[in-house]
């Protein structure tokens, strides 16, 4: 049987506790942000990202990452819409860029010739004071008594 509720605060059981990072956690890939591969011609995609309480976004792209140099562009932008920076070619396959905020955009233009892979990550970590995560579960059962940050 399911625990739907505690009983009295200062009388419970806890089954399980996962703890995930307390500043810091690496983002399920599932979530992570990546164009098609190979993408598509005359593109002009943006995707964005956004991990809440994160102060910080460590991206890694793989080494996968590549577009056709010199005609087409990946342009990494933070939180406040700024530009970080406009890649080409194999410029970001395997480079990690910290991006302050909780939020990154990924713009991908291609011209009407040649495309190639795309880009994609290897890794998001999300850094801030609020982003780790606790579960309290019961073996067997949905997640009961509480579940928040750190």
Known sequence: MCLSKWVDASFFFIYEIKLIGKNDVLVDSSQYPQSSHNYSNNLDQTK???YEGATQ?????????NVESKYDYIYVYGSDDTLI??????????????ISGDTFKIKLTSDSSQTFYGYSFTSIKAI?????????TEPGCETVGQKGRT
């Open 48 to 50: 964005t990202f956004t």
């Open 57 to 65: 976004l460590v991206i890694t792209f793989s080494t996968s990452t």
């Open 85 to 98: 920076g406009k890649y080409t070619g194999t410029e970001l396959a395997g480079k990690t860029i910290t």
């Open 128 to 136: 801030g004071p609020d982003v780790g995560w606790f579960v309290i």
